[in-house]
Every structure is written in structure tokens, then in C-alpha cells.
């Protein structure tokens, strides 16, 4: 069936250098994506989400990315900080509603170095 | 402004037991989601309560059931408990039966042995 992945299980960078997540979605149906962060032993936290009519979304230290065309979701960190250490994962929901709740990529696991 | 609580934090079943597990949501919010989140993998998602009915449900069997309460905190029931039911189980509150706008509980990590 249709599913959400990710490119990388895990991703290590410099402390203070920019990550880069990726995501492939593969739901052509979907019209709205979250990228959540979760830390060892806590639920998944929100970072930014994106509505598939937008290409672009910036927040704080962060942007989303979405290529439609290529089914492609990325989220880049600005000057990567030790408490950016966690377990990323993209999400998607689709459009028209739907049983499904938000379906969930496997996730990447960002280690930052000193 | 209190977030989402679950319990118990940690608990340990033995195989075809069953075990129920509570969360209350977030101030404000009315609705709660129910995932399962296998270890080294992304949540899934059980089911949906708002306004005191299931409103959404996932591939899961009828061993999962739920229940929402009239001051919208919600329990998850598994019954037969099996040892592939070994994970975090997540629970997430929203506004008016949205899929968006969640804020997740830290979850009840359940064992089966």
C-alpha cells in the first residue's frame, strides 16, 4: 500500500552545521504534511507543516520543502544544536478526508556531533 | 496549561491478558487519537474518538477497542494481548475531531512476555 518513507535511518552532523531530512511520500492524494520530532522517551513534537499548495514554509531555525512532482519532502535545520538530537519523522494526511489518521514515515535519526 | 497525560508510563502484561490504558487531553481539546508506535518505527494509528464516538479507525483488529468520556479523557482496551502488541502507545488530543493541530502524550510503554 501507499506509504510515507524517509531516504536516511540515520543523519550525522557537525554542531552547527545545517541537517537536511528527506522524505518520499507516495500518496498523490495527500494535501497536508507535518514534520514531528521525538526525543527518547517523550511523544512526537511538532516542528512546521506544509499544505500541498505551497512549495515552501519557513519557521524558526527550520524550513519545509515539498516537491510535488517528485513526491519529495524535505526539512532543513539552520546551525544544527545538541538539542536538535532526536528522531524526525514526516507525516501526511490525506485529502478528503479518510480513516486513516496521519500515516507516519519510519524516521531519521539526527546525531549531532561536537 | 496542562498537556496531554497518559498511564500508566510503563507496564508489563503476559500474553493473552488484557490491559486498558488512559489518557486525558490537553486543556481545551475534545478529541483524542490512539497510536501504536513499534520500537525503531513511525506511529500508527489505532482510532479516533470525539463526542464520545470512534470516528476514525485504522487496520487494527476488534481486539483494540476505546472508550471517550464525557470530560473527553479516553482509554485504549487490548484484549487477548499478543506479543507483536509490545509498544508505545501514544495518545494525541485535537480540536474538533481534527487530524491536525495534535499534541501527543509522552505514552505507555506496554511489554508482552
Known amino acids: 500500500g501507499e506509504s510515507v518513507g524517509l531516504h536516511l535511518p540515520t543523519l550525522s552532523v557537525q554542531e552547527g552545521d545545517n541537517s537536511i531530512i528527506n522524505c518520499a511520500y507516495s500518496n498523490s492524494a495527500s494535501d497536508y504534511f507535518i514534520w514531528y520530532k521525538q526525543e527518547s522517551g517523550k511523544g512526537p513534537q511538532f516542528i512546521i507543516d506544509i499544505r500541498s499548495n505551497m512549495d515552501k514554509r519557513q519557521g524558526q531555525r527550520v524550513t519545509v520543502l515539498l516537491n510535488k512532482t517528485v513526491k519529495h519532502l524535505s526539512l532543513q535545520i539552520a546551525a544544527t544544536q545538541p538539542g536538535d538530537s532526536a528522531v524526525y519523522f514526516c507525516?501526511?494526511?490525506?485529502?478528503?478526508?479518510?480513516?486513516?489518521?496521519?500515516?507516519f514515515g519510519k524516521g531519521t535519526h539526527l546525531i549531532i556531533q561536537p | 496549561d496542562a498537556g496531554v497525560t497518559q498511564s500508566p508510563t510503563h507496564l508489563i502484561k503476559t500474553r493473552g491478558q488484557q490491559v486498558t490504558l488512559r489518557c486525558s487531553p490537553k486543556s481545551g481539546h475534545d478529541t483524542v487519537s490512539w497510536y501504536q508506535q513499534a520500537l525503531g518505527q513511525g506511529p500508527q494509528f489505532i482510532f479516533q474518538?470525539?463526542?464520545?464516538?470512534?470516528?476514525q479507525r485504522g487496520n487494527f483488529p476488534d481486539r483494540f477497542s476505546g472508550h471517550q468520556f464525557p470530560n473527553y479523557s479516553s482509554e485504549l482496551n487490548v484484549n487477548a494481548l499478543l506479543l507483536g502488541d509490545s509498544a508505545l502507545y501514544l495518545c494525541?488530543?485535537?480540536?474538533?475531531?481534527?487530524?491536525?493541530?495534535?499534541?501527543f502524550g509522552s505514552g505507555t510503554r506496554l511489554t508482552v512476555v
Open positions: 507525516a501526511e494526511i490525506p485529502s478528503g478526508g479518510g480513516a486513516d489518521g496521519l500515516t
Open positions: 494525541a488530543s485535537s480540536l474538533g475531531g481534527a487530524r491536525y493541530g495534535y499534541t
Open positions: 474518538y470525539y463526542e464520545e464516538e470512534e470516528r
